[in-house]
Antibody, heavy 118, light 109 residues
Framework: EVQMVESGGGLVQPGRSLRLSCTAS????????MNWFRQAPGKGLEWVGF??????????EYAASVKGRFTISRDDSKNIAYLQMNSLKTEDTAVYYC?????????WGQGTLVTVSS | QSALTQPASVSGSPGQSITISCTGT?????????VSWYQQHPGKAPKLIIY???NRPSGVSNRFSGSKSGNTASLTISGLQAEDEADYYC?????????FGGGTKLTVL
């Protein structure tokens, strides 16, 4: 069974950092691009960024709203994708999801809540 | 990256059909046949219901169908049921990003 489990969320002060993890199982993790999306309370889904598979260079792309502050990485030996979030702002408060895929996103975890507040 | 444009809300009565539009550009929807649609119920994770414009994943009802013309994609839900009440999002592949819609709230009257 394909599963994605997001973790690492919590309450953090503005300007601080937080790292989220996405632990995958049930498929060959290294074959897939991994994405991060977020959803602020009461708002729509927002694409955050993705990391390509090593086959396609393992490179990353980001939304303008997080570029320069967020970094996506992956450890294919552990089946984990990471989202390093620096210089956090109150507007980064959201549930963060990590679905797999590039052309469509077929499996989503339940997300992890990040709250940025003083 | 670009945001795709969806109507904020649509509504329909049980048994009716509704269509949700999703408008992009030639750099996303118009340039690739990789449009997907997602259904999200309150408090739940999104669920893929259409991929590659018009394909349904295994287990998704055939009441859901997708199409594309130029820079606009559409999701049609036929035979509306109460359980279809949810938020719907469109997405399109773009070469260095992912275009995503703002979401449409479907109300079943």
């Amino acid at each position: 069974e394909v599963q994605m489990v997001e973790s690492g969320g919590g309450l953090v002060q503005p300007g601080r950092s937080l790292r989220l993890s996405c632990t995958a199982s049930g498929f060959t993790f290294g074959d897939y691009a991994m994405n991060w999306f977020r959803q602020a309370p009461g708002k729509g889904l927002e694409w955050v960024g993705f990391i390509r598979s090593k086959t396609y260079g393992g490179t990353t792309e980001y939304a303008a709203s997080v570029k320069g502050r967020f970094t996506i990485s992956r450890d294919d030996s552990k089946n984990i994708a990471y989202l390093q979030m620096n210089s956090l702002k109150t507007e980064d408060t959201a549930v963060y999801y990590c679905p797999r895929g590039r052309r469509s996103f077929d499996f989503w975890g339940q997300g992890t809540l990040v709250t940025v507040s003083s | 990256q670009s945001a795709l444009t969806q109507p904020a809300s649509v509504s329909g009565s049980p048994g009716q059909s509704i269509t949700i539009s999703c408008t992009g550009t030639s750099s996303d929807i118009g340039g690739y046949n990789y449009v997907s649609w997602y259904q999200q119920h309150p408090g739940k994770a999104p669920k893929l219901i259409i991929y590659d414009v018009s394909n349904r994943p295994s287990g998704v009802s055939n009441r859901f169908s997708g199409s594309k013309s130029g820079n606009t994609a559409s999701l049609t839900i036929s035979g509306l049921q109460a359980e279809d009440e949810a938020d719907y999002y469109c997405s399109s592949y773009a070469s260095s990003s992912t275009a995503f819609g703002g979401g449409t709230k479907l109300t079943v009257l």
